[in-house]
Each structure stands twice: as structure tokens, then as C-alpha cells.
Nanobody
């Protein structure tokens, strides 16, 4: 499946951004979806994941209480609402899709192109 991420940008510390990831498939509800991020010089890390129906959600400890992952299966889109952003959230954010939950990038078969999020202090 092809994934198209959007919504990144430059924001001040404490600000908010909403990322979107649109999928080109009619079977979107069969994909477990996730957001990863990768900062310069660091490994790609899981930010949030959401189950096929949206019932189950997982978050990295560093974003709990600030980020919310959601999905709209009718629109084949997954979202990441990011509030109270911090400079350490600066990274390229990627959406990913797979058949099951994984906290590792290798667990996902489909990837979006990435969108840059920069948080200034």
C-alpha cells in the first residue's frame, strides 16, 4: 500500500501540529498503523501505534499525554495530533502500515515518505 504523510512544519515549543497519512488502499482497516520518527544521528523509533479498528493504542513514554493517534478507516487515513511540542520532538516523522503490532521498523511493510517536524525553543 502507498502511504502519503503530510502536516509537518516549524512550530515553537509548546505548540501543536497534526500529521496525516493517507493510504491508497480499500483494505486500510486490515493494516495496523504506526508513526515512527527519526532524528539526525539517531535510530528510527516508534512514537505511536493504533490497531485495525482503533481500539488499541500504544505510545512511546516520551509522548504519552501529549500525542494522540487516531484513524478514520472510511477515509483510509491515520492521524497524529501532537500537542505541547518540545525541541526534542524535532525529527522526520514516518507513517507505517503492517499486519500486526510491532515496536520495530522491521515489523512494518509499508512506509510513507516522511514529513519534517521542527520545534524551536
Amino acid at each position: 500500500v502507498q502511504l502519503q504523510a503530510s502536516g509537518g512544519g516549524l512550530v515553537q515549543s509548546g505548540g501543536s501540529l497534526r500529521l496525516s497519512c493517507a493510504a491508497s488502499t480499500r483494505t486500510f482497516s486490515s493494516y495496523y498503523m504506526a508513526w515512527f520518527r527519526q532524528a539526525p544521528g539517531k535510530e528510527r523509533e516508534l512514537v505511536a501505534a493504533i490497531s485495525w479498528s482503533g481500539r488499541d493504542r500504544n505510545y512511546a513514554d516520551s509522548v504519552k499525554g501529549r500525542f494522540t493517534v487516531s484513524r478514520d478507516n472510511a477515509k483510509s487515513t491515520v492521524y497524529l495530533q501532537m500537542n505541547n511540542l518540545k525541541p526534542e520532538d524535532t525529527a522526520v516523522y514516518y507513517c507505517a502500515g503492517g499486519s500486526l503490532y510491532s515496536d520495530r521498523p522491521s515489523g512494518y511493510t509499508s512506509w510513507g515518505q516522511g514529513t519534517q517536524v521542527t520545534v524551536s525553543s
